[in-house]
């Protein structure tokens, strides 16, 4: 059963930097992208990019490009979503997803059939 | 950019109801790549249909999913009360890669 399991809850001030995770099991890390969704508070899911378990390639939305950095450890398989310097418009619930789509077997569509449990982040002085 | 825009905002309905959900695109969304979420207070979202018609793993059949180019429907047959939810729409392959409608909320009438 495919499982992603994100680290926890985050209170960060402006300026800190921050790196979240997300642990996939279940399946072959590095056939599928796993990508990160953000959702404020209240509001709607945003695509913010996503990274390519095998050769760690990355595709970022042009709203996030430059503001966060999107890696992943295949040897252990986690990906991780990272900050330099948190604001606090980057207060949010971040979630991982896996892509069903597998790339060596070419099966599945490029939906998100996976998701985390969610990391919630909050940046406030 | 493609960009989706969902209707209504907010649907109000009874259980066994019939849930109609509209999600339209700016552009033809490329060999039906759309799917759609369900969204549950403080869960996660999950997957119910994907390729605009079929159904993931596990999602009752009162669910489905319909439409092509600019327009897709996602309807739900006789309400269940675990059914009201947010619900979102999703293109995936085309610039931006992905994107999300707003979302439409059906709630309790």
């Known amino acids: 059963e495919v499982h992603l399991v994100q680290s926890g809850a985050e209170v960060k001030k402006p300026g800190d930097s921050l790196k979240i995770s997300c642990k996939a099991s279940?399946?072959?890390?590095?056939?599928?992208?796993t990508g990160w969704v953000r959702q404020i508070p209240g509001k709607g899911l945003e695509w913010m990019g996503v990274i390519y378990g095998g050769d760690s390639g990355t595709t970022y939305s042009p709203s996030f490009q430059g503001q966060v950095t999107i890696s992943a450890d295949r040897s252990i398989n986690i990906a991780y979503l990272q900050w330099s310097s948190l604001k606090a418009s980057d207060t949010a619930m971040y979630y991982c997803?896996?892509?069903?789509?597998?790339?060596?077997?070419?099966?599945?569509?490029?939906?998100?059939?996976?998701w985390g449990q969610g990391t919630m982040v909050i940046v406030s002085s | 950019e493609i960009v989706l825009t969902q209707s209504p905002g907010t649907l109000s309905l009874s259980p066994g109801e019939r849930a109609t959900l509209s999600c339209r695109a700016s552009?033809?969304?490329?060999?039906?790549?759309l799917a759609w979420y369900q969204q549950k207070p403080g869960q996660a979202p999950r997957l119910l249909i994907y390729?605009?018609?079929s159904r993931a793993t596990g999602i009752p059949d009162r669910f489905s999913g319909s439409g092509s180019g600019t327009d897709f429907t996602l309807t739900i047959n006789r309400l269940e009360p675990e059914d009201f939810a947010v619900y979102y729409c999703?293109?995936?392959?085309?610039?931006?890669?992905?994107?999300f409608g707003q979302g439409t909320k059906l709630e309790i009438k």
């Open positions: 279940g399946y072959n890390f590095a056939s599928h992208w």
């Open positions: 552009q033809s969304v490329r060999s039906s790549y």
């Open positions: 390729g605009a018609s």
């Open positions: 999703q293109q995936y392959g085309s610039s931006p890669r992905y994107s």
């Open positions: 997803v896996r892509h069903d789509y597998d790339i060596l077997t070419g099966e599945g569509s490029d939906a998100f059939d996976s």
